[in-house]
């Protein structure tokens, strides 16, 4: 009995490992990709998440919006927003990538759900690297900051990645029966977060009557509660992280079976219709 227990448990352990090391890959070959290197694929990452967050300095400062912003830094009051935003968008982008009609799924070790994977750990690791290098350029070179409570800034940013997956999976999971009508449909959801994300102004600053029009958005509450823990003057009262945990938890459920079902219906025609 105990010959058979380890058998099953080394074919489990290896298994794992097999996987895992097809994740890394897969994750490098999604950062490098459309780039000569993973090196020239990381400096132009970062230097779009630089672009961005200079654009909306720039922007909240030109509308006279700095007024709303929590008293205090800034820089930090704009990061906070930006890179949420950012990471959010990001991860929706990758996750649409491992559909059941992706080419890569004529190698046979590849799988849909690996593809996910990788997709949703090249965005993270990517804007990991960009809020490291934005933020220490930030705090030494225009204005020295400091994060409040920087665990629960850092659990925002992975819940803000984790809606952004569970988002993508829905798209990802819908393209096949519906490609054009879910590639528009993705780009107005992303461009509707430059306003419904909130990241451009405080939750517990808008009317009670306006709040209805942001609060079904994830991303809305990881960016609020961020500043919550950014800043030590400021408190949410109209956002929780469980209701982005939660919903985010619901929409990757929902997303897999449909992707299942995808995966089941899809035939070869279908690459035609992308």
Known sequence: MSVVN?????RIFMGTIEFLTLVYHATVRDVRKGKGNAIQALVMEVLQAATVVIFFYVLITFLGMRGVAVRGSFVL???TGVFLFITHNK????????????????HAPVTTFLLIVSGAFSALYVQILAVLVISFVANVIIDPFTVYNLK???????????????????????????PSTVT????????????FSGKMFLANNLPAGYLVFFTWNPLFHTIDQARGAAFVNYTPHHTTLSYAVYLSLVLICVGMMLEHYARLTVS???NRRR
């Open 77 to 79: 009051y704009v990061l």
């Open 6 to 10: 380890n058998s099953s448990f080394s």
């Open 152 to 178: 629960r800034v850092s659990l925002c940013f992975m819940i803000a990645w984790f809606s952004g997956v569970a988002i993508g999976i829905i798209f990802l999971s819908l393209r096949p029966f519906f």
């Open 184 to 195: 528009i449909i993705e780009q107005i959801y992303k461009r509707a977060n430059m306003i």
């Open 268 to 270: 070869e025609s279908w």
């Open 91 to 106: 991860a929706v982008s990758a996750v649409g990538g491992g559909g059941p009609v992706n080419p890569m799924l004529q």
